[in-house]
């Protein structure tokens, strides 16, 4: 999944990633490439196919 900046930075920031609930605690996530207007995120674990209605969620902060 790749995530937009709302407004670029003028460097390259530092990002770091928190799981918000369990079920995004188990999929293992990691920041991939960043740049100045954005980031990749990518899981260690595929989410669980037979619960199709579980919300994943995470908190990002992102400092030049």
Known sequence: M???FGTPFAVTPTVMITPANGSTAG???AVGSVSA???SLFT???PASGEPNTQYAFYWQATD
């Open 44 to 46: 260690g674990n595929a």
């Open 2 to 4: 790749h995530l937009t």
């Open 27 to 29: 999929l293992l996530c």
């Open 37 to 39: 207007t954005g980031f």
